[in-house]
C-alpha cells in the first residue's frame, strides 16, 4: 500500500535557527496537509495546500510558517525562528480529488527546539 | 462545528468485541463522521467514514442511528495490536481538502 513518507524523522534545533520538514505525498494525491501534535495534546491543522497554493490554514500558520512544493514529489513546511513551544510531532497527510478518499498520514518528523 | 463526545479510555481483553460509542448532538445535515485510529509515535489512520445506518470493511463496523446524534465504531475481536487511541471526527468527509479536527480521543487498551 502506497505510503505518505516524513524525514527526518526527529529533528532537533536550536531556538531561533529555522527547520525544513520534508514529505513525499502518496504519488497520485492532489491535495496535501500539514497538522502538529504537542506531546499530550490533540492533533491540530495548520494548513492544507492544492493546485500550488495554500487552500485553508489555521491560526496556528502564522509568518513563521510557509509550505512548498519544489518538485513534482516533495511537500516541505520551513519554520522560521523557531521557539521552544514550536516542539510537537509535526504529521504530513495527503488526500485525492474527491472527498471520499481520506487523508493518509506519514508516521511524522519529531521537532525538538532547544 | 459538531462537538464530539467519547469516552477518555476503554479496557479490553483479546478476542472481544469493542464498542467506542461517541456523542455529536449537533452534527450538522451535510456532516459526515469519520474514525482514525493512532498508535504512538505515529500518524493517524483512517479506520471508516459514514454518513447514516451502517458501514463495514475489513477493519470495522460504524453503526449510525437514525437521529445521528451517535455513533458506534465496533472493533470485531480485537487483539493485543489494536491498543491505540481512536479518534471521532465529525464534519466534512475525511479528503478533497478537508480539515480534520481531532478531539482527545479513547484510548483503548487491549489485554491478553
Known amino acids: 500500500e502506497p505510503e505518505v513518507t516524513q524525514t527526518p524523522s526527529h529533528q532537533v534545533t536550536q531556538m531561533g535557527q529555522e527547520v525544513i520538514l520534508r514529505c513525499v505525498p502518496i504519488?497520485?494525491?492532489?491535495?496535501f496537509y500539514w497538522y502538529r501534535q504537542i506531546l499530550g495534546q490533540k492533533v491540530e491543522f495548520l494548513v492544507s495546500?492544492?493546485?500550488?497554493?495554500?487552500?485553508?490554514k489555521s491560526e496556528i500558520f502564522d509568518d513563521q510558517f510557509s509550505v512548498e512544493r519544489p518538485d513534482g514529489s516533495n511537500f516541505t513546511l520551513k519554520i522560521r525562528s523557531t521557539k521552544l513551544e514550536d516542539s510537537a510531532m509535526y504529521f504530513c497527510?495527503?488526500?485525492?480529488?474527491?472527498?471520499?478518499?481520506?487523508?493518509?498520514f506519514g508516521d511524522g518528523t519529531r521537532l525538538s527546539i532547544l | 462545528l459538531a462537538k464530539t463526545t467519547q469516552p477518555i479510555s476503554m479496557d479490553s481483553y483479546e478476542g472481544q468485541e469493542v464498542n467506542i460509542t461517541c456523542s455529536h448532538n449537533?452534527?450538522?445535515?451535510?456532516?459526515?463522521i469519520t474514525w482514525y485510529q493512532q498508535f504512538p509515535s505515529q500518524g493517524p489512520r483512517f479506520i471508516i467514514q459514514?454518513?447514516?445506518t451502517k458501514v463495514t470493511n475489513e477493519v470495522a463496523s460504524l453503526f449510525i442511528p437514525a437521529d445521528r446524534k451517535s455513533s458506534t465504531l465496533s472493533l470485531p475481536r480485537v487483539s493485543l495490536s489494536d491498543t491505540a487511541v481512536y479518534y471521532c471526527?465529525?464534519?466534512?468527509?475525511?479528503?478533497?481538502?478537508?480539515?480534520?479536527?481531532f478531539g482527545t480521543g479513547t484510548q483503548l487498551k487491549v489485554e491478553l
Open positions: 497527510a495527503s488526500s485525492g480529488l474527491s472527498s471520499n478518499q481520506p487523508q493518509h
Open positions: 504519488s497520485n494525491h492532489l491535495y
Open positions: 495546500f492544492y493546485n500550488n497554493e495554500i487552500s485553508e
Open positions: 449537533n452534527i450538522a445535515t451535510n456532516d459526515y
Open positions: 459514514g454518513y447514516k
Open positions: 471526527l465529525v464534519g466534512d468527509r475525511a479528503g478533497g481538502g478537508n480539515k480534520l479536527t
